[in-house]
């Protein structure tokens, strides 16, 4: 159990001390479930009246609501949620690991794995593979040959990273994540079909975290790429070739056929599905189960809908469908009253 | 080989056997290929003729359709399709395994394991993880530290749990199942994405069964939850904090996103998607490819379309959808009529 | 390292050389990037001028375009990018692994294991499964009971394969793809769910290949089928009872209720939904993320959409719906004429 003093964290996170600075915390816990030893935040006014009824013995707060929290031990920040998260990794730091192999891990005799490297139970390490200082290598991994996986990374369990992937430094990679499969990629001939090569690699680079399950697979020719800072929710599908930028968010279930472009600080839905060849420009926003089609390039703005358009032109376009039924009443009372004015002619012309 | 008297059978669905009680069965089958030792059903009037012709040794039909299948050893009941799962599971009940552990496993010392359990070849068994009565572990499953699992659960090869995760009895995780890897949350800041602690658990009740490589999220804080006999298809992706109920059925590749709730008895088809914080009320049911926002209260009734709608409501739109290609022309045909009514007009006044 | 002569190249492939067929080549590479010792294809016209700027040793090309690339040494064939692919295999053999069963595999006493196959680390193999000849099982595969795999297979780390599947000659199952677990039945009664018996199997005939971590579910009775040179991209859920032909192409993220079947040379698209009972007839393209509605039959065609229909349709429906505003605004003005023609033959009548 970490401990700390409420003065020590608000130093962590630049934040300043309202009340007794000695407060020590232990744990971090939502508003409404924090008790003695624990620290909560206060997203912003709406959770003041929660937050005067916690029980938490200190609170993470935006300055400019201090003052409606008297007499509590609070830190002031400028962003309260970010301050918590940064607390929270202090006050939880992850699953420590003695540098070790395990006696069941079977590591290639020309393998290079750091001295302050964890290899744990049954992990297999191919040849010429590089394993970097302090990262963890839990049960099950397997590393084919010319792998490359930087420092200060932890693998969780069963992730599979085929021969010549490599991995940055400070890289998450949760349970059975599988990098370098080959891409998905056929020639088709008069008996069926032959496989195109897969010869390519993947290179994810530094301070990517990827959800349980996501596949990113190897370039044909060439690489993909997952830039640094870009975060995949779980069963995610990165095709062969793709190249997505820096600080992109992708949500869960999300596939991504080849050669598709995303570029940096992109933030994509979960479900969303994306045709090969597409751009996705520097920002946009996509909205979950949005449809791509082949060769689009989707520019800044927030897009939705299948085929992916403009937020605001979805909207409308479904208030407009929404009145589907209205018009088609609408059309008939002119029919009728159009027939009306005919007969009303006809006679006249009689 | 288990071998039964279809008299035995009988007893333990309830039934009432109609013709000889001592014809042995070893197997289920279908009405069509059933043959000598097997046992099929008659789910209803529709399969009367195929079951006349069916060579199965003994039949399950309903009392009522009884008397149409003269001269054949019958098992009477009021559900033949339950009466049936239940006299598979007992003609064919699970490989047995002997109560042991493997060699090749990897059992922290402090780890509680039942006399009873199996595991399996390169399992790996944290610290403090307690292990249930009769539970089988295959090879390759790995449970991190503080896990528990309940009696008489089944863990299909290389399921992962991390850390904390708590497990029922009667529990089967088929392979590659994982539970409790981190939640998606992040907090932006000017430099990037800076993580969501995700220090809560996972907890999974009695009888629940969850499909090959399914993921269900660790909670960030608190706990994820899934009900007592809920039941999960393939490649569903549960987020964190979620709380599932109680026979609860969601079908292959639906994911749900971070603190949804699903009540008891719902229904929810394959390849739905659920923005955050979404309701689904007790006894609702969502069609397959349904989306529903974030938010959103999903009612009891059956709910279809992206975003999700009552599916009487679904149902009228695409019909009014079908006749805008005719409304068209109907608009087209008035736009005529009413340029020569015009004219028409226009000439009188002349 | 593999070095091949030009003309050893076009004999491969029934190719023709044009320049020196002596010229040696090692690796395959795209027209941008191919250097020295490199081949490159030229898809079709449109890749001319990059070609004719192409640092590749050697290049092939359809025989109607040769004159065009003066000078230069090519292979000409009818079919540029499958002799590419031949090449690029030729070039890039799979990896050679020694045959040799890996002491930390676990393999059952009366399993029948190939001489000339490979069993890597930490793969389990059950009793009186049958592993064929040359076939590789990279580390932690694990194969149940009664399993049969064919020669010249390649399974990648952490397949697995549950009791009794059978698996075809030349298969290629990505890592952590999951053959035979049970398929998702319930029957509901008054307390909650009973299971559906699963003790039917799986047949994965020849040549099939399998993308990282798709599942294919055993039949409840009978048996789930993929037919021969039947290829799946990654993540694809096929259900209980599938009957998949042979040459169909299936891309990721797709989801295949119970006993659909897919007829031979089927094409269909990424994170499509299929509704159970759907049959899909010879030759059918179903494009990404269509929803098929249970039960519906497929005819040969190109078709979108959820529900699917054929693309034509889908695209004149699509075109009706961006007229919706304008119609909407057209009818407005409809409603105000006659509202004007209304005043004039009330005027007239008065």
């Known amino acids: 159990m970490t401990q700390m003093r409420t003065d020590e964290l608000a130093e962590l996170v630049r934040g300043r001390v309202a009340g007794d600075g000695a407060t020590v915390v232990e744990r971090i816990a939502d508003l409404e479930h924090a008790g003695e030893s624990e620290i ?45 998260s940064l607390i929270g990794a202090a006050l939880h730091p992850p699953v420590l690991r003695e540098p070790s192999i395990h006696p069941t891990a079977v590591v290639a005799e020309n393998a290079d794995v750091a001295l302050t490297a964890y290899v744990g139970p049954n992990v297999c ?21 010319n792998v490359t996986v930087g420092d200060d990374c932890v693998l969780h369990p069963n ?67 997952i830039g640094r800072g870009t975060k995949l929710d779980n069963m995610v599908h990165v ?6 930028g820096e600080r992109v968010v992708i949500a869960a279930q999300t596939g991504i056929s080849g050669s598709v472009v995303i570029e940096d600080d992109a933030v994509i839905g979960g479900q969303v599905g994306f045709g090969d060849h597409t751009r996705v420009q520097k920002g946009a926003i996509i909205g979950s189960k949005a449809g791509i089609l082949p060769g689009k390039i989707v520019r800044p703005g927030v897009w939705w809908g299948i085929p992916v358009q403009p937020l605001d032109q979805y909207k409308r376009m479904n208030a407009y469908l929404n009145r589907l039924p209205q018009m088609y009443e609408r059309l008939k009372q002119l029919e009728n009253k159009l027939a009306r004015i005919d007969e009303i002619l006809q ?4």
């Open 347 to 350: 006679d006249e012309q009689d």
């Open 40 to 84: 909560a935040y206060v997203e912003n006014e709406s959770f003041l009246a929660v937050a005067s009824e916690s029980k938490a013995a200190c609170l993470i707060v935006n300055e400019r609501l201090s003052e409606q929290l008297p007499g509590r031990t609070l830190i002031e920040v400028v962003n309260p949620k970010l301050a918590f």
């Open 239 to 244: 095709g062969h070739n793709c190249d997505i």
């Open 159 to 225: 992730v599979v990273l085929y021969d010549g992937v490599s991995i940055g430094t400070r890289v998450i990679l949760h349970a059975a994540v599988c990098i370098g499969a080959d891409g998905f990629g056929y020639v088709r001939h008069e008996l069926g079909y032959q496989k195109f090569p897969q010869v390519g690699t993947v290179l994810i680079d530094d301070d990517v975290e990827i959800g349980a399950h996501t596949c990113v697979d190897r370039a044909a020719l060439g690489r993909t790429r």
């Open 125 to 145: 390490i191919g040849e010429y593979t590089r394993v970097g200082a302090y990262t963890r290598l839990e049960a099950g991994v397997v590393l084919g040959a």
